[in-house]
């Protein structure tokens, strides 16, 4: 009975260690193709670079794809009691500077990291 939870368990590393190359070969892809113009990552990677350009200086809540989670940005610039702000853009990058209540943090986002930029309603 050991032997075959010891093949099971040989088999589920070998199919873990395929599965994390195919992320990282996927992630390249989809770099290669926001670089080519008439895409849809290139339109999609224009569009989020348009929306956080609208937003400098504004509060936003941006959220990240599923394997770019950041902590201060999830915990902290998200939430009620913290909050974004996109202070400049470039072609690749985002500077984010991230108040809450420990604190002021400014970090560099990769555009290609996020999934979506909304603007919080400052009332």
Same mark, same amino acid.
Do not use: F, P, Q, Y
């Given at each position: 009975m050991e032997i075959v939870g010891f093949i099971f368990g040989i088999f589920g590393l070998m199919a873990y260690l395929e599965l994390s190359?195919? /992320? %990282?070969?996927?992630? /390249?892809l989809e770099e290669q193709? #926001?670089?080519? /113009? &008439?895409t849809s990552y290139s339109d999609d990677h224009d569009a989020l670079k348009r929306a956080a350009r609208?937003?400098?200086g504004k509060p936003v809540t941006l959220d990240l794809k599923e394997d770019m989670g950041d902590v201060d940005i999830m915990m902290y610039g998200n939430? /009620?009691?913290g909050c %974004? #702000?996109?202070l400049e853009v &470039?072609?690749?990058?985002l500077l984010v500077q991230i108040d809450s209540p420990k604190g002021t943090k400014k970090k560099?986002?990769?555009i290609r990291s996020l999934e979506r930029i909304t603007m919080n309603n400052t009332q």
């Open positions: 190359s195919m /992320k %990282n070969r996927i992630a /390249k193709l #926001t670089r080519v /113009k &008439g609208s937003c400098i939430s /009620k009691h %974004n #702000t996109i &470039g072609d690749e990058w560099l986002l990769r």
